[in-house]
């Protein structure tokens, strides 16, 4: 089992320029979670899914878009990158969200000039 | 609002040392997480207590949860240079569909 991946793991993009980055999962689990961390702030959630075909608002939704058409897949998308949007994104799963552990990929670093 | 505050925010002890970090809480919650983060990679999770526990037992971690003073802690014993890490605690918040989590303690185990 991979687990938890993402795709990239480092990214330089120019303000206004757009991404996806890719969460995948293996364990079949139904709820997935994008993070941002930055120095100071700790973990902050921006969206996260319950299901197949589900998207919710976290903490910092503001600029990023989400979607989940399969249930092992969960993008995070940008559309118009700003220098504020420069952080370290974490992906996660858990089976039965918060009553169980959740599942971290390794991150991507995306860096905005 | 912060749901779990971690305390303090960074440590730093010698080898072999127990390390005791701490994590209150606001609301009553149905169980609450510590992870682990290394630098530079994803968090990694390390226990999980239950509102109807009070203490969890998992190799050198020991955690406790008092539901009255709205607080937990984490013990590990007998430290080694590589439990040199971030150590956060998180809640479920949401209708227990997410987590929320602290900022984390900075814990250094000098050799």
């Known amino acids: 089992n991979a687990g938890v991946t993402q795709t990239p793991k480092f990214r330089v993009l120019k303000t206004g320029q757009s991404m996806t980055l890719l969460c995948a999962q293996d364990m079949n689990h139904e709820y997935m979670y994008w993070y941002r961390q930055d120095p100071g702030m700790g973990l902050r959630l921006i969206h996260y899914s319950v299901g197949e075909g589900t998207t919710a608002k976290g903490e910092v939704p503001d600029g990023y878009n989400v979607s989940r058409l399969k249930k092992q897949n969960f993008l995070l998308g940008l559309e118009s990158a700003a220098p504020s949007q420069t952080s370290v994104y974490f992906c996660?799963?858990?089976?039965?969200?918060?009553?169980?552990?959740?599942?971290f990929g390794p991150g991507t670093r995306l860096t905005v000039l | 609002s912060q749901q779990g505050e971690e305390d303090p925010q960074a440590l730093s002890i010698q080898e072999g040392e127990n390390a005791t970090m701490n994590c209150s809480y606001k609301t009553s919650i149905n169980n609450l997480q510590w992870y682990r983060q290394n630098s530079g990679r994803g968090l990694v999770h390390l226990i999980l207590i239950r509102s109807n526990e009070r203490e969890k037992h998992s190799g050198r971690l020991r955690v406790t949860l008092d539901t009255s003073k709205k607080s937990s802690s984490l013990l590990i014993t007998a430290s080694r240079a590589a439990d040199t890490a971030s150590y956060f605690c998180?809640?479920?918040?949401?209708?227990?569909?997410?987590?929320?989590f602290g900022k984390g303690i900075t814990l250094s185990v000098r050799p």
């Open positions: 996660a799963s858990s089976f039965e969200g918060g009553y169980n552990e959740q599942f």
């Open positions: 998180a809640t479920p918040t949401g209708a227990n569909s997410k987590l929320t």
